[in-house]
């Protein structure tokens, strides 16, 4: 029996094994379920898309490695949390958002919306919103000017007239308008299903494809990384609201950032509730919040800021539904 | 009800025939193992002992008495260093050359059942050693009117009790008619997972209609005695009260085919099935005499393959970690489990932020939630975690095991249990 062989074996407490499963190993998840529609974004509008992408991501994970290394903290930026808030910054903005524009919002992410919280786990809000949320209110008219593009009724469109020729309001925009002005619509929302799941060059990076957002989706729901309650309650709630208020569910589902921001944006773990009860109820706030935004509010954007107002929600949430505790009858406490 | 499914590992083994380990050159058999007082040595250096004659005993309630396993020479009443890491006094045997394992003094019938049980030495097989006699011995207005036996074996690499109930599915069936007259219960119940349909029709053979066989979904931790009796009766043990409050008293398998073999023939409890698997040689289940040396076993299944980084005595979710080999196997040793390289847990720091992902909450069996009260522990605000229920953390590692940035969720728990529970907090 040689001493040797007994030291190298390491004595710890229980449990010795763990699961497979790994923080890095979920971001990366969550980037591969993204990178078909980042992708299919690249192929059609080229060079914009690959710029914006650069940008955010450069700058996020910069951020996040100079912070560290500035606070003297370890390096986190292989936890994959900085990649993924720069990827999600990237898809919620228009591709001709100015780089500048996108490295500030990419910046104040990470910086202001994760580090200053004390890094991953301890933010209260989900990082690229709040990038976001910042670029959208500080350079409001600069972001409705570079959004003003793409718009073509149907996917025939796209070959009569290239992407870059293309102009005008997004069609949830007009659709805004058209409602605010006669409470209908001066064009068929049916007819917009195809372009919205298939290719659309409006709005921002990452409402390409509404299909591939809805495939990435359910690639994270079939992982078990993502819970499904969020998107569920979120996106069949903004179809119900969008019913009761006479317009089309599914049009209103499909356009602007809904599934972004269910499937990739309200999911994120450390600004949502914990409980599947707690989630589902978060999940329906979101879709509450943004289809007032959409049809009671003058903002159809408005998912950014239903999400953010939810994140602010989240711990109220946890604290509303906690688990019971095995052998406690509710009386008991 | 939450729960893990970690990766089973049982192929390895469960096809092994229980094989005898063959009998060391000298057994050093500790004087504790089992939850409660420690023995004090009957005998002494030089005294010849034979096999099943008691050499350890003390006056308590809470205690099991120890026997010699072989018929020999005591060499030296010492001290050892157990598998749990304790230094208990232990007896050291050499035993005769040619030994006789088919004979052994068995122990005397006073026509008291729970006394005989006591006697005979016997504990909790299944890894907690809590002297079976007392548990035979409920408190006085505690009814108990089901016996459930339990023979899950949620641990991953673990097969001793499926072995056991696949080889003497009577031996278990028998033990488990005499805990319910002891008790005087009047429903059986054997619950194992449904990995085993071998065991479970082997059961069912010879069970007879007065005791059920119920498979329950694999699951860890199926086998923790809270969750055992929620699976099977559907009621919950109230906090803060003993499992028997819901008139339920689950023994192990192992435990059950030892009562029937104390009983019948008056068998101190001197050896136990082992598994020894994981990355060694000859991996199998072993019949192993308490007192034999982990290394010796080792040696026996052939050694270590490839790079092990821990060697578990139990299972991997709850077992200890060895730090040495030179430890005795024990009436609570249901494996030893070579771990390599990839397969045993990183060693834990607690640097890694907890990203709330939500899976420890979700996979806790006691709907606690194992990322506050690590928390709080690491900050040591012992009252937020006594408020948020530490204590009836039953310690199963599945939070720990689920967490995906590794956080030493039960390790930090534990802290602020014992915290809580010498607070005195309910
Ligand atoms: S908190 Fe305790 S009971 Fe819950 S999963 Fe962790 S170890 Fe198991
Ligand atoms: S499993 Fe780990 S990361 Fe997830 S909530 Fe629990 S402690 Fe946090």
Not at chain 2, 69 to 96: F, H, K, M, N, Y
Not at chain 2, 325 to 348: C, T
Request: hydrophobic share 45%; charged share 15%; net charge neutral.
């Amino acid at each position: 029996m040689s001493d040797s062989r007994v030291q190298q074996h390491i004595v710890g407490p229980s449990p010795h094994i763990t699961s497979k499963a790994t923080c890095s190993g979920i971001m990366l998840w969550v980037v591969a379920a993204l990178a078909p529609a980042a992708i299919w974004a690249i192929v059609n509008m080229g060079l914009v898309a690959v710029q914006l992408l650069v940008v955010t991501i450069g700058v996020a994970i910069g951020t996040e490695a100079a912070w560290n290394a500035i606070a003297r903290r370890p390096q986190t930026i292989l936890d994959g949390s900085a990649l993924v808030t720069g990827l999600l910054l990237a898809l919620a903005l228009p591709p001709r958002t100015p780089w500048w524009m996108a490295a500030v919002g990419a910046f104040i992410a990470i910086a202001l919306g994760k580090m200053v919280f004390g890094g991953l786990g301890h933010n209260l809000f989900n990082p690229a919103l709040v990038g976001r949320a910042f670029v959208a209110l500080s350079w409001a008219g600069v972001l409705a000017g570079v959004e003003n593009r793409g718009w073509f009724r149907t996917l025939a469109d796209v070959s009569a007239e290239g992407y870059d020729t293309i102009s005008g309001a997004t069609r949830l925009a007009v659709a805004t308008a058209d409602r605010a002005a006669s409470g209908g619509y001066g064009f068929d929302l049916v007819a917009q299903y195809e372009p919205l799941l298939l290719k659309n060059l409006e709005g921002s990076l990452g409402e390409i494809s509404a299909a591939l957002l809805i495939l990435g989706g359910a690639v994270l729901i079939i992982k078990g990384i993502i819970d499904w309650r969020i998107p569920a309650g979120y996106i069949g709630t903004m179809g119900i609201v969008s019913w009761a208020f006479g317009s089309d569910p599914v049009f209103h589902v499909l356009a602007g950032g809904v599934l972004l921001g269910a499937f990739f944006m309200a999911t994120d773990y450390v600004s949502s509730p914990m409980s599947k009860k707690g989630r589902l109820i978060y999940g329906i706030g979101c879709g509450l919040f943004n289809a007032l935004g959409r049809f009671v509010g003058p903002m159809p954007e408005s998912t950014t800021f239903a999400i953010l107002f939810m994140n602010g929600l989240a711990p109220l949430i946890d604290r509303m539904t906690r688990p019971r505790v095995f052998g406690v009858v509710k009386s008991d406490e | 009800m939450g729960g893990v499914h970690p990766p089973g590992h049982k192929e390895r083994t469960a096809a092994s025939a229980v094989e005898r380990a063959p009998v060391p050159e000298r057994l050093v058999v500790p004087l504790s193992q089992h939850l409660g007082a420690p023995c004090a040595p009957l005998v002494g250096k030089g005294d010849r002992v034979e096999r099943g004659q008691m050499i350890g005993d003390v006056d308590a309630m809470v205690s099991a008495p120890v026997h010699s396993p072989v018929s020999g020479v005591v060499t030296e009443v010492g001290v050892t260093l157990t598998a749990g890491g304790q230094r208990v006094a232990a007896v050291t045997i050499e035993p005769d050359a040619p030994q006789d394992l088919g004979s052994f003094v068995p122990v005397e019938d006073t026509g008291d059942a729970r006394a005989r049980v006591r006697a005979a030495g016997i504990v909790g097989m299944g890894g907690a050693t809590f002297p079976s006699v007392v548990k035979l011995s409920p408190p006085k207005g505690m009814a108990i009117d089901t016996v459930i036996l339990n023979g899950c074996e949620c641990e991953p690499f673990l097969t001793c009790d499926h072995r056991l109930m696949l080889e003497e599915p009577e031996h278990v069936v028998a033990g488990a008619r005499h805990i319910r007259d002891i008790v005087g219960a009047s429903r059986v119940i054997i619950g194992l997972e449904d990995n085993k349909p071998d065991a479970a029709a082997a059961l069912r053979k010879v069970a007879g209609s007065d005791i059920e066989v119920t498979e329950l979904p694999t699951m860890y931790p199926q086998g923790a005695e809270k969750q055992l009796i929620y699976a099977l009766l559907r009621k919950e043990v109230p906090h803060g009260k003993l499992p028997a409050a819901t008139g339920a008293l689950v023994h192990n398998v192992a435990t059950a085919a030892a009562i029937a073999d104390a009983l019948e023939h008056g068998r101190p409890l001197m050896e136990r099935i082992v598994t020894v698997t994981g990355a060694v040689a000859r991996p199998g289940n072993y019949r192993v005499l308490f007192g034999t040396l982990v290394s010796d076993l080792i040696e026996h299944a052939g050694g270590f393959v490839g790079d092990v980084e821990r060697v578990i005595a139990g299972g991997p979710m709850t077992g200890q970690a060895l730090g040495t080999l030179e430890v005795p196997i024990a009436k609570g040793s249901s494996g030893i489990v070579a771990l390599e390289k990839g397969v045993a847990a990183r060693a834990i720091s607690d640097d890694q932020p907890c990203i709330r992902c939500g899976r420890c909450p979700e996979v806790c069996p006691m709907g606690l939630e194992p990322y506050i009260l690590a928390t709080y522990s690491g900050r040591r605000m012992w009252d937020a975690v006594a408020a948020r229920s530490v204590i009836d953390c039953i310690e199963c590692g599945a939070c720990s095991y689920v967490c995906p940035t590794k956080r030493p969720l039960l390790q930090l728990i534990r802290v602020g249990k014992s915290a809580a529970m010498s607070k005195g907090a309910k």
